[in-house]
């Protein structure tokens, strides 16, 4: 045959041949070896990003990202501020290139806060009194970009001055990886906490039981620890000075297993705000400004929590057909869902004269990752169209600084911009820099809805006090 006329690959295979290239039947033992060298190979990739002492180390920032991205200051004038304030810290290095640790750089932003320019934001606006904000990231589709969004938001936040809480619901653990996590079992994940959810639960049913003079449901030891635990128990420090974290490991799995038995034995336990119960009760949401949440990729037990505790989803998906299609049949699901609990719930609410309840969110977004602009506008233009104002306006570009970022399980904001050219530094920067604007929009947006309700609240209570003193 002419070079013209040779067949595909896929002609001509010799069945007997084929034979002899396989290896004996596989069984389960196999599995067990290719999971411990993936393990080790993991470790191995994991830790290209750690210090030589197994630990993550957050890099320091040179003069020229301050002023330019952390701190709104001219440089001459920063270096002058330090030349006159001894006390401040001045970074280390040689002449004008000063590098600064992060607790370096919020320190100088509370001295520029107190000190510097007015109507310019050296801290980020918090409104005193009300609860961090829950971001969920979640789609049931994987590899669309939920845990890169998630830690680059979280870092993104942390320069932006807030303190953040990260809580990996993730199984994989990728988040975790990122982080520089340590999570021997499930009992340092977010399983105790949903355990402590329905162990206070059953103990409220068997007190009812006890009045009624029936016998108590089952309380195992799993219940007994988890009643031990707070969520501050499970949340550890990561190399980001404030960036805290609840990681995941395989064993978290277990509790898709475990949720819907506990919820059998109990048909009453809400067990959709059992995590939220648990940032409430403890109040984690006191603590920081932030709480982003890492599903995995399921509409399963953890997500349902996940979703139920945020106050703002955002669904990230790349710009093809087929995310387009799944993250449409997400929303759907998530109708589904959440429709499902609400009518139940309040089916029972009405029998028992309570006021209904319902699910709410601040906001949802649709946000488009891995972007090409030079092959996915059209489709990305037809999503815009149909999500309409479910979708942010900024779409994620795809940049090298991204990938060679991924390799060393950091985000690029923890890669050292001399390691690129200036400009492809910047680009890479502006993709995750222009995504935070806009979830920082909504989270401000949010916030100050929150203290408009707070003080119209008030003044309505002032109000009915003044016409009942009236009155009397």
Known sequence: MSGKDTLPPYFNIDPAKAAKRLSEPIDTARFAKAAAFAARGREDLAKRGYAPDGRKRLR???????????????????????RKSPDLPQGTGEGNSKW???????????????????????????????????????NF???????????????SAALDGYKVLVVDLDSQGSMTSIMGGRVP??????????????????????RVRAAAGQSPLPFDETLTEALKLSARDVIQPTHWPNI??????????????????????????????????????????????????DTPPALGYLTINALAAADILLVPLGASFLEF?????????????????????NAARRRDGLPEMRFEWDA??????????????????????????????????TTAMVGQAGEQVNGIYEADYREFNRDTYVRGRETFDRTWAEVKELILGAWWRDLQLEKAELNGKEDEADGQAQAS
Not at 144 to 154: D, E, N, R
Request: charged share 25%; glycine share 6%.
């Open 60 to 82: 320091r920032f040179s003069t020229w990202e301050v002023c330019q991205y952390l701190i709104p200051v001219a440089p001459a004038h920063f270096r002058r501020v330090l």
């Open 100 to 138: 600064f640790t992060l607790e370096e750089v919020l320190r100088l932003r509370d001295h520029f806060a107190a000190e510097g320019a007015a109507g310019r934001e050296y801290r980020p606006w918090r409104p005193e009194g009300l609860p961090a904000k829950t971001i969920a990231v979640a």
């Open 141 to 155: 589709k994987g590899g669309v970009g939920k845990t890169s969004t998630a830690a680059h938001l979280a870092m």
């Open 185 to 206: 079992d499930e009992w340092s994940t977010a399983f105790p906490l949903l355990a402590k959810d329905y162990a206070l639960a059953l103990q409220d049913e068997n």
């Open 244 to 293: 805290d974290l609840l990681g995941a490991q395989l064993n978290l799995y277990w509790a898709e297993f475990q949720v819907p038995v506990w919820r059998m034995g109990l048909r009453g336990w809400p067990l959709w705000d059992a995590l939220g119960n648990a940032l409430h009760n403890d109040r984690i949401v006191n603590d920081y400004d932030i709480i982003i949440l």
């Open 325 to 345: 299609d799944s993250t449409g049949r997400f929303f759907d699901m998530l109708y589904s869902t959440f429709a499902s609990v609400e009518d139940g719930e």
């Open 364 to 397: 949802v977004r649709a946000l488009i990752t891995r972007f090409d602009a030079g092959q996915q506008t059209d489709l990305a233009n037809v999503i815009q169209a149909y999500f309409g104002d479910f979708m942010t306006t900024y779409r994620q570009e």
